[in-house]
């Protein structure tokens, strides 16, 4: 099973990028489809990208074009660069083993997650 930490989040203003990382123990990391989740405030979790291990990747409408996922499995890492934040991209980030069904779904360990806070 994928153990992940997350680190990398942040204070940054409008239209400025952040470079969050998720480290992940487990020997089954390069065969694992990982997903970036994001929980705002009185908010659920919501997904915001997955990439396969074929680095086939989805996308949130919400961040499609600003935010752009990757994994380099040499190292157990996936990584979710952030472009252009707004606001409303505030929250708390998450990584996370998935699968997809008829929907997404997280199946691995909840990590501790990594602020991103983005001022106005």
């Known amino acids: 099973q994928v153990q992940p930490v997350e680190s990398g989040g942040g204070l940054v203003q409008a239209g400025g990028s952040l470079r969050l990382s998720c480290a992940a123990s487990?020997?089954?990391?390069?065969?694992?489809?990982m997903g970036w989740y994001r929980q705002a405030p009185g908010k659920e979790r919501e997904l915001v990208a997955a990439?396969?291990?074929?680095?086939?990747?989805y996308y949130a409408n919400s961040v499609k074009g600003r935010f752009t996922i990757s994994r380099d499995n040499a190292k157990n890492t996936a990584y979710l660069q952030m472009n252009s934040l707004k606001p409303e991209d505030t929250a708390v980030y998450y990584c996370?083993?998935?699968?997809?069904?008829?929907?997404?779904?997280?199946?691995?360990?909840w990590g501790q997650g990594t602020q991103v806070t983005v001022s106005s």
């Open positions: 487990g020997s089954r990391f390069s065969v694992t489809t």
């Open positions: 990439i396969s291990s074929s680095s086939i990747t």
């Open positions: 996370n083993a998935v699968k997809y069904s008829t929907m997404w779904y997280p199946v691995g360990s």
